[in-house]
């Protein structure tokens, strides 16, 4: 009976949930073309996946990231503890990401002892049942990075990526950008971090014929 795979259901989006992003048409960079093998496909990126069907390029996974609302950076603390938390990124060359923060906390402490991190990014997540089977499973659109954080010193480089951020999360209102800075710079931590190996992608998607979408199939 189908009904007995709700058991599996909650466990199953919690594990997919972390991973997911959304998808979005990106104009050509040659840095990032570059950076990201060519927007294609490596053996090395299907490798990492169990599911290769659902692997989806670097490319495509850079354009979740710089969709997502939020993306959860993971850290190692100063104690080898696990800390995880949703935060404001945004990048203009697809290696290097950048957020903001006060100037003193746990993230900052968890750099400083590990650097490196872990990026995930969730959106389109769509709880349903499989159009031709009736399992009960989950859409979604992912990707999922690699870096190395650190504490940006450089004033103008400070302002870049806070211009950065404010230019993503609220184009609306970069009038008011420079007065900002001004008044707040010397109190901000601004984090960089350059991502050490192209992002990989995942999606789970259906079309109109309820056939799910595999091997980068796109329409």
Known sequence: MRQTKSLHVIPFLINISIFAGTNCPHGDNDRIK????????????????????RAMDSQWALEV??????????????????YGLPLSLASD????????????GKKLEAIKAHPEVCLSAVTRCAPTVGPK???????????????KAAIVTDEAEKIHGLRLVCKRFLPQHMDAFDRGVAR???????????????PTGKRKQYDKEGVEMKYGRME
Not at 37 to 53: F, L, P, V
Not at 65 to 82: L, N, W
């Open 34 to 53: 570059v950076f990201m093998h060519n927007g294609q496909r490596t053996k090395k990126d299907a490798m990492k996946m169990r599911k290769e069907s």
């Open 65 to 82: 990231m710089r969709k997502a609302p939020y993306i959860t950076v993971s850290f190692i603390d100063e104690d080898g503890k696990a």
């Open 93 to 104: 060359d697809g290696e290097n990401w950048y957020f903001h923060g006060a100037l003193e």
């Open 133 to 147: 089977d009736g399992s009960f499973t989950l859409q979604y659109q992912s990707a999922l990075a690699f870096g």
């Open 184 to 198: 707040s710079l010397s109190r901000t931590a601004v984090v960089r971090i350059t991502l050490t190996e192209p």
